[in-house]
Nanobody, 127 residues
Framework: HVQLVESGGGSVQAGDSLNISCTAL????????MGWFRQGSGKEREGIVYIDSDGVTSVADSVKGRFTISKDNAKNILNLQMNSLLPEDTAKYYC??????????????????????WGRGTQVTVS
């Protein structure tokens, strides 16, 4: 059973950087796709960055060049480095994990229903 706990959210100014983390308990790297989703007020939850068990990443166009996902397998920590933040990045950010073939660990393919494990989320507010 995998448990995911996010940390590091907060309120920042536009243009600032912020790093949020997700600690995974009971996690095994093999066959797991991990990702960051976000859900703004009145919006659907969207996947923005994923990383597969081989470390290959997939990034949504909306955050490409600004957000970077990384994974520390030794510590079971997933990080999201967010640079040049915009007000439209304001959302609750969720860490997620799901067992899938690495070819499906792509923001254009895997959706919320493909991820079986979720954290409770951390709020990021950009003003």
């Amino acid at each position: 059973h995998v448990q995911l706990v996010e940390s590091g959210g907060g309120s920042v100014q536009a243009g600032d950087s912020l790093n949020i983390s997700c600690t995974a308990l009971g996690y095994t790297a093999s066959g797991i796709c991990m990702g960051w989703f976000r859900q703004g007020s009145g919006k659907e939850r969207e996947g923005i960055v994923y990383i597969d068990s081989d470390g290959v990443t997939s990034v949504a166009d909306s955050v490409k060049g600004r957000f970077t996902i990384s994974k520390d397998n030794a510590k079971n920590i997933l990080n999201l480095q967010m640079n040049s933040l915009l007000p439209e990045d304001t959302a609750k950010y969720y860490c997620a994990a799901g067992r899938m073939n690495p070819r499906y660990c792509n923001v254009g393919v895997a959706r919320t229903g493909n991820f079986g494990y979720w954290g409770r989320g951390t709020q990021v507010t950009v003003s």
